[in-house]
Each structure stands twice: as structure tokens, then as C-alpha cells.
């Protein structure tokens, strides 16, 4: 549209101590941007592999919220709240949609075990997304309504210095 603006895409703002929170419209330049903004603090405390899974896990659950959440609906938005805290790397991904139940993604690290346990439900192939997720984190946990996911990741290298406080 011509009348947005580069700044409208992305909104960043420290709203608790040690906390920064982003919000940005459901679409793949605002998801750029934030996964940006991720990776910047991501190099400032975790190593290589841990900061390369942080980010996998990230941009695929932003990339649910943006399609499955809201829909592809560009006038909606995500937001994704971070912190590192006592050796952890903590995140917190919502999105507007009405959310889903959780209780059936599979957490088997085996492509072909999700893929047939999928098949034997009656879902689409896929959902290997999550899967990942959840055994590239330390933590992966759903609100009741399935809109809002909470990551972690262990610091290797111990208690670090929170860069935001």
C-alpha cells in the first residue's frame, strides 16, 4: 500500500524489566524484521548451534501464528515477547487467531513416525513443524486456547548477562 510506512511493520518496546516485545502485522517483511531483531540478541549470549535452533524454532512458530493463527489475515498481528533470565533464553509467541488443540501434535523426532501417526488420524500431511520444535527447545508450552506458545532454551554456557536490563 502506499501509504505504510517501513516503521509500520515492526513495533519493539521494553514493557517489563528484561523483557522486549515485539509486534508485527502477519506478513513476510515484518516477519524479517523480527526474526532480525531475534538474531541480534540471540549473538549476544547464546553459541552458534543453540542460537541457529533458537532461531528455527522462532520463525517457524511465527510462521504458524501468521498463517494458521491469523489466517494469513495481513491486519492482524503477532507478537513475540523475549528475555534471557537465569541461563535461559525465554520466548513468548501470540497471535489473534482463535487457537488450536495442541493436544495432538506429535513430539516423535522420527519424520516418518509424525507423518504416519498423521495419516492414521485422518490430519494433512505435514506437522513436522512443530515437531521440531519442540525437540530443538528446552521447553515448549501452549496456552489452554493453543494461541500463545511459550520457548525455551538453555544457555550452555550458564547464567548470562541479560543485555536488556
Not at 55 to 80: F, H, P, T
Not at 122 to 131: A, D, L, N, V
Request: glycine share 10%.
Amino acid at each position: 500500500m502506499a501509504d505504510e510506512k517501513p516503521g509500520d511493520d515492526l513495533e519493539s518496546y521494553q514493557n517489563l524489566e528484561g523483557w522486549v516485545e515485539l509486534t508485527a502485522r502477519s506478513h513476510g517483511r515484518s516477519l524479517d524484521l523480527l526474526m532480525k531483531k531475534i538474531e541480534e540478541a540471540a549473538a549476544l549470549t547464546l553459541e552458534e548451534q543453540e542460537r541457529q535452533d533458537l532461531l528455527y524454532a522462532v520463525r517457524e512458530i511465527c510462521e504458524n501464528a501468521m498463517e494458521w493463527g491469523n489466517q494469513g489475515d495481513q491486519s492482524r498481528k503477532i507478537r513475540v515477547s523475549y528475555g534471557i533470565f537465569e541461563g535461559e533464553f525465554v520466548l513468548k509467541v501470540a497471535d489473534e487467531g482463535e487457537g488450536f488443540d495442541t493436544r495432538g501434535v506429535d513430539g516423535s523426532l522420527n519424520p516418518l513416525d509424525a507423518m504416519f501417526n498423521r495419516k492414521r488420524e485422518g490430519k494433512r500431511p505435514g506437522g513436522f513443524g512443530i515437531t521440531m520444535v519442540k525437540n530443538l527447545m528446552d521447553r515448549v508450552l501452549y496456552s489452554d486456547k493453543g494461541n500463545v506458545v511459550l520457548l525455551s532454551k538453555n544457555l550452555r554456557k550458564g547464567t548470562q548477562p541479560n543485555p536488556f536490563a
